[in-house]
C-alpha cells in the first residue's frame, strides 16, 4: 500500500478538514498581507461518477459567476463534451482518484517554465513563462530623471486533463518604476498585486490562497510576489488535506520576469 493510501485510510473516519493558510514575516514594500478563500460549493458526500453529473456540477457551479468565469465555464463543458465518451468517463474517473488528484498536485514543481506528462499523457502539469498583462506604459528608448513607466506582468501553472485545463493559478504584478538619472531606473512603487483561482473544474476541491507582501530589494532593482494555494480534497466522508504550493513572481526594473511554484 503506498504512503499516500495510507494517509487515506487513516482519515477516513475524520471530518472535512480545512486548511489553515501559512503566513509570512518578511520585510516588505508597498504592500500588505491578505487572504483570501475560493472553494468549489460541494455537499458532503457528493458524487460525480458519470460524465452527466459532472456536466450537470459544472452548470450548477456556473450560477452567479461573473461573465468572464461564464464564457470560460462554458468553453470548457463544450470542450467535455467534444471528448469521445470513454474519455469523458475516464476524465471522470480520474476525479475519483486520490492517486491522481496527489500527482496533480505534487508534479508541478519547478522553478522555471516547464511541462510535464503523466498518465501516459493523459495529465499535462505545466508552468508559464512570465507574459504582459498589458504592455509598459511608455515606449520611450532614452527617458530623462524623474520620467516614471508602468509594467504588469503574470505568471500560471495549469493542470491539464485530455486537453483540458481543470486546474489554473496566477500570480500577477503591476508596479511602477522611476528614471532616478539617465539610463537607470528603480522600482518605486507596487500598483496592483494579485492571486488568482483562474479556474477550477475539480468537484470537491477546496483551494484557498495566502498573499503575501510584496518584496522590493533593497537596491529597488527587483520586487518579488508570493502566493501559497493551500488544497482540501472531499470525498465521501473523507477529508483529507494535500498540502500546500508556493507560487510567486518575481520582476525587474526592465519590466520582465520569472516566477516559478514549489510544495511547501
Same mark, same amino acid.
Given at each position: 500500500?503506498?504512503?499516500?493510501?495510507?494517509?487515506?485510510?487513516?482519515?477516513?473516519?475524520?471530518?472535512?478538514?480545512? *486548511?489553515? @493558510?501559512?503566513?509570512?514575516?518578511?520585510?516588505?514594500?508597498?504592500? !500588505?498581507?491578505?487572504?483570501?478563500?475560493?472553494?468549489?460549493? &460541494?455537499?458532503?458526500?457528493?458524487?460525480?461518477?458519470?460524465?452527466?453529473?459532472?456536466?450537470?456540477?459544472?452548470?450548477?457551479?456556473?450560477?452567479?459567476?461573473?461573465?468572464?468565469? *461564464?464564457?470560460?465555464?462554458?468553453?470548457?463543458? *463544450?470542450? =467535455?463534451?467534444?471528448?469521445?465518451?470513454?474519455?469523458?468517463?475516464? =476524465?471522470?474517473?480520474?476525479?475519483?482518484? @486520490?492517486?491522481?488528484?496527489?500527482?496533480? =498536485?505534487?508534479?508541478?514543481?519547478?522553478?522555471?517554465?516547464?511541462?510535464?506528462?503523466?498518465?501516459?499523457?493523459?495529465?499535462?502539469? *505545466?508552468?508559464?513563462?512570465?507574459?504582459?498583462? =498589458? @504592455?509598459?506604459?511608455?515606449? !520611450?528608448?532614452?527617458?530623462?530623471?524623474?520620467?516614471?513607466?508602468?509594467?504588469?506582468?503574470?505568471?500560471?501553472?495549469?493542470?491539464?486533463?485530455?486537453?483540458?485545463?481543470?486546474?489554473?493559478?496566477?500570480?500577477?504584478?503591476?508596479?511602477?518604476?522611476?528614471?532616478?538619472?539617465?539610463?537607470?531606473?528603480?522600482?518605486?512603487?507596487?500598483?496592483?498585486?494579485?492571486?488568482?483561482?483562474?479556474?477550477?473544474?475539480? @468537484?470537491?476541491?477546496?483551494?484557498?490562497?495566502?498573499?503575501?507582501?510584496? !518584496?522590493?530589494?533593497?537596491?529597488? &532593482?527587483?520586487?518579488?510576489?508570493?502566493?501559497?494555494?493551500?488544497?482540501?480534497?472531499?470525498?465521501?466522508?473523507?477529508?483529507?488535506?494535500?498540502?500546500?504550493?508556493?507560487?510567486?513572481?518575481? !520582476?525587474?526594473?526592465?519590466?520582465?520576469?520569472?516566477?516559478?511554484?514549489?510544495?511547501?
Amino acid at each position: 500500500m503506498s504512503k499516500f493510501n495510507k494517509l487515506i485510510t487513516g482519515v477516513a473516519a475524520m471530518s472535512l478538514l480545512l *486548511s489553515v @493558510p501559512l503566513s509570512a514575516s518578511a520585510d516588505s514594500i508597498g504592500s !500588505v498581507e491578505s487572504q483570501s478563500t475560493y472553494s468549489v460549493e &460541494t455537499q458532503s458526500g457528493f458524487s460525480v461518477k458519470t460524465p452527466e453529473e459532472y456536466i450537470s456540477y459544472l452548470k450548477q457551479t456556473n450560477v452567479g459567476s461573473s461573465n468572464e468565469e *461564464s464564457s470560460r465555464t462554458k468553453l470548457f463543458i *463544450s470542450q =467535455f463534451k467534444s471528448l469521445p465518451r470513454d474519455k469523458q468517463q475516464q =476524465f471522470v474517473d480520474y476525479l475519483n482518484d @486520490p492517486e491522481f488528484l496527489n500527482t496533480a =498536485f505534487t508534479a508541478i514543481n519547478e522553478q522555471t517554465e516547464a511541462s510535464k506528462t503523466f498518465y501516459n499523457g493523459d495529465l499535462t502539469v *505545466s508552468s508559464s513563462s512570465v507574459m504582459e498583462i =498589458f @504592455p509598459s506604459s511608455s515606449s !520611450v528608448s532614452i527617458m530623462a530623471k524623474g520620467d516614471t513607466k508602468d509594467h504588469a506582468l503574470y505568471y500560471e501553472d495549469v493542470i491539464n486533463v485530455f486537453g483540458l485545463d481543470m486546474v489554473k493559478t496566477r500570480v500577477e504584478l503591476s508596479y511602477r518604476t522611476t528614471e532616478v538619472q539617465t539610463n537607470s531606473s528603480q522600482i518605486t512603487s507596487i500598483l496592483n498585486k494579485q492571486g488568482t483561482l483562474v479556474q477550477n473544474y475539480t @468537484p470537491g476541491a477546496h483551494i484557498t490562497k495566502t498573499e503575501h507582501n510584496v !518584496v522590493i530589494s533593497s537596491d529597488k &532593482t527587483t520586487a518579488k510576489f508570493t502566493v501559497d494555494w493551500s488544497w482540501n480534497f472531499l470525498w465521501d466522508k473523507l477529508g483529507l488535506t494535500v498540502g500546500t504550493k508556493r507560487q510567486w513572481i518575481e !520582476v525587474n526594473k526592465a519590466g520582465t520576469g520569472y516566477g516559478g511554484i514549489y510544495n511547501l
